[in-house]
């Protein structure tokens, strides 16, 4: 079986190589892997001499990156954009995902470092490292700094770790495609001087009872339809977000003889959708969310549109049936 990773294209390490510094954003609303990409990122071109600023629209909303949300601006330094440095977006698959804080830096040079299956390419030929197949950006990253000869030591490590854990909600959702190149990585990360028991404990200690009880109410408000093989739960646009929706998935993907779930988040005038699809269910939730203007994974994605809860479910549901074995 052959690595899941191909080779890093010599134009976008050059342009790393060469750039006299470094804005680097990932998604709004960030997640463990993007902010985990992120420092990494920076900690890596710091160690090839460059300087380096981190960018984040946010909300640092969840509990798990909320202690790194100092590290993070809304916009780059007049000082830095006249340098014309190189732009890195990181778990990216479309140019609207980084948000408000990219409009500033758009037109600037740009590679884009993801693992996402369904998007929109938003650089020039060879100036992006991009695999589906990767079970987190933080992967990818790994193998831009293996091509760019930079040493791996315990706070690169502790980074590219971090995101490969939260994206693969600890292993859980490797294959048997993904896990030898990925666990491979893992055991060099652990020789670095990572500890997972300690990346764990650190990642999901210090959660709110509220938030707990929260999360309560999402999965008492799942119900099954087509024939019992989805379920959809509503999440109040009363209730933060926060790492809710990683435990209703955990729980509700547990339930016998479902297939996928799909949580819907009031936001008002609009609705986040997220979807979930379990390994063996021959669902692309990916294709299905970028037919809503979203995108996302094969068996993870998400997506907004405008309407009521009701419209949302309404539509997730026409979409989703007659696709599910």
């Known amino acids: 079986m052959g690595s899941i990773f191909p080779p890093c294209d010599s134009r976008l390490l050059d342009a790393i190589r060469t750039a006299?510094?470094?804005i680097i954003i990932s998604h709004r609303n960030p997640d463990g892997d993007a902010i985990a990409s992120s420092l990494a990122a920076k900690a890596i071109l710091s160690r090839m001499g460059k300087r380096c600023e981190l960018l984040s629209d946010g909300p640092f909303l969840r509990s798990d990156i909320r202690q790194y949300e100092p590290l993070f601006s809304h916009e780059a330094s007049a000082e830095l954009i006249a340098a014309d440095p190189l732009v890195i977006v990181l778990d990216c698959s479309?140019?609207?995902?980084?948000?408000?804080?990219f409009r500033?830096?758009?037109?600037?040079?740009?590679?884009?470092?993801?693992?996402?299956?369904?998007?929109?390419?938003?650089?020039?030929?060879?100036?992006?490292?991009i695999v589906?197949?990767?079970?987190?950006?933080?992967?990818?990253?790994?193998?831009?700094?293996?091509?760019?000869?930079?040493?791996?030591d315990e706070e690169?490590?502790?980074?590219?770790?971090?995101?490969?854990?939260?994206?693969?909600?600890?292993?859980?959702?490797?294959?048997?495609?993904?896990?030898?190149?990925?666990?491979?990585?893992?055991a060099e990360f652990c020789e670095a001087g990572v500890s997972p028991y300690d990346v764990y404990d650190s990642l999901h200690d210090g959660r709110r009872l509220e938030d707990i009880k929260d999360m309560a109410k999402v999965i008492l408000s799942a119900r099954p339809v087509l024939g019992g093989r989805l379920l959809i739960a509503h999440q109040g646009i009363d209730m933060k977000d926060g790492k809710l929706s990683d435990g209703v998935y955990a729980s509700l993907l547990e339930t016998e003889g479902i297939k996928a779930v799909v949580l819907i988040k009031d936001k008002g005038e609009t609705q986040e959708i997220g979807f979930r699809s379990k390994h063996r269910s021959g669902l692309d939730v990916g294709a299905i969310a970028s037919l809503l203007g979203g995108g996302g994974h094969i068996h993870a994605a998400g997506a907004t549109i405008s309407g009521t809860p009701e419209d949302a479910e309404r539509t997730v549901i026409d979409l989703i049936a007659g696709k599910l074995d």
């Open 20 to 22: 006299s510094g470094a």
């Open 94 to 101: 479309t140019p609207d995902r980084p948000g408000e804080a």
């Open 104 to 129: 500033s830096i758009g037109k600037l040079r740009r590679i884009v470092i993801d693992h996402h299956s369904s998007g929109v390419p938003f650089t020039e030929e060879g100036m992006s490292y």
């Open 132 to 152: 589906p197949e990767s079970p987190s950006t933080t992967l990818c990253l790994n193998q831009v700094r293996i091509a760019l000869g930079v040493p791996l």
């Open 156 to 186: 690169i490590a502790s980074f590219l770790y971090m995101g490969f854990a939260t994206d693969t909600g600890f292993y859980h959702f490797l294959s048997e495609r993904t896990a030898p190149d990925s666990l491979r990585a893992a």
